[in-house]
């Protein structure tokens, strides 16, 4: 039998096709938000809370993103 490790982190990954990587930031708060943007729908979909570039490097590191990453406000 093959059992799957319970405790493995399995590697995200987003459709480049499909998705391009956003970092959202409040203008009121300053709260910025990394995750993707559909581009036939417009909806994003948030994954994980930034707060500082080591923050960013680690959206970019777990989700394979290359290139410049677009910002909204």
Not at 6 to 34: F, H, L, M
Not at 42 to 65: N, Q
């Amino acid at each position: 039998m093959i059992f799957k490790a319970a405790n493995k982190k399995q590697t995200p990954k987003y459709d480049s096709e499909r998705e391009v990587p956003v970092i959202r930031s409040s203008i009121c708060t300053g709260e910025k938000t990394a995750g993707f943007k559909n581009k036939a729908t417009g909806k994003f979909r948030d994954v994980m809370l930034i707060r500082s570039d080591a923050d960013t490097e680690e959206f970019r590191r777990e989700y394979g993103v290359t290139g410049e990453i677009q910002k909204e406000y």
